[in-house]
T-cell receptor
Framework: DAMVIQNPRYQVTQFGKPVTLSCSQT?????MYWYQQKSSQAPKLLFH???????NEADTPDNFQSRRPNTSFCFLDIRSPGLGDAAMYLC????????????????FGDGTRLSIL | SQQGEEDPQALSIQEGENATMNCSYK?????LQWYRQNSGRGLVHLIL?????REKHSGRLRVTLDTSKKSSSLLITASRAADTASYFC????????????FGKGNQVVVIP
């Protein structure tokens, strides 16, 4: 089945130790998103790739970076995780036209829950 | 920025009853979407309603959209225990970035 896969499901890292979360998709969608979701809160968009074009949200901390080496894979790098970065990180995809993202349903992975020691 | 806001925040109902959730937003939209999130899982798209539509159905789901009031409602009829989840509305922002902004979410518990 076509899907969005996130690895690992649970990630524990130490304060300040870089960590990378991964996402892969078999949907061949042109847009990939990374969201941060804290407990009992709405998902918050960090950034998205429209094809190879990277789009960062204005309030996304510099600590967060992303890479999309090809259509299928996207990575979230947290350079120096702080305690406030503990959250669920959700990857999503959609197939969008050039009228702009947000016009099509998004398909989510099951997320990676990040804990900071 | 998050512009969708659901009301109420938490709802507990008996199996077989209907559940209604509301969502309000602040700016003009092209479409509004509803998603479900089971505990510890990702979001699942339920339904998308465009700004020129007033009502849409999908199985036991009924969504209404009132663009004059900038609000939407999600009705789940004949609820089941498996409907226990958080439900989020999300809007694209017609002005500016056209990205989805999610509301705070409704926690729905269906008691068997």
């Amino acid at each position: 089945d076509a899907m969005v896969i996130q690895n690992p499901r649970y990630q524990v890292t130490q304060f300040g130790k870089p960590v990378t979360l991964s996402c892969s998709q078999t949907l061949n969608h042109n847009v990939m998103y990374w969201y941060q979701q804290k407990s009992s809160q709405a998902p918050k968009l960090l950034f998205h790739y429209y094809d190879k074009d990277f789009n960062n949200e204005a309030d996304t901390p510099d600590n967060f970076q992303s890479r999309r080496p090809n259509t299928s894979f996207c990575f979230l790098d947290i350079r120096s995780p702080g305690l406030g970065d503990a959250a669920m990180y959700l990857c999503a995809t959609s197939r969008e036209s050039n009228t702009g993202v947000g016009n099509q349903p998004q398909h989510f992975g099951d997320g990676t829950r990040l804990s900071i020691l | 920025s998050q512009q969708g806001e659901e009301d109420p925040q938490a709802l507990s109902i008996q199996e077989g009853e209907n559940a209604t959730m509301n969502c309000s937003y602040k700016t003009s939209i092209n479409n509004l979407q509803w998603y479900r999130q089971n505990s510890g899982r990702g979001l699942v798209h339920l339904i998308l309603i465009r700004s020129n539509e007033r009502e849409k159905h999908s199985g036991r789901l009924r969504v209404t959209l009132d663009t004059s009031k900038k609000s939407s409602s999600l009705l789940i009829t004949a609820s089941r225990a498996a409907d226990t989840a958080s439900y989020f509305c999300a809007t694209d922002s017609f002005y500016g970035n056209n990205r989805l902004a999610f509301g705070k979410g409704n926690q729905v518990v269906v008691i068997p």
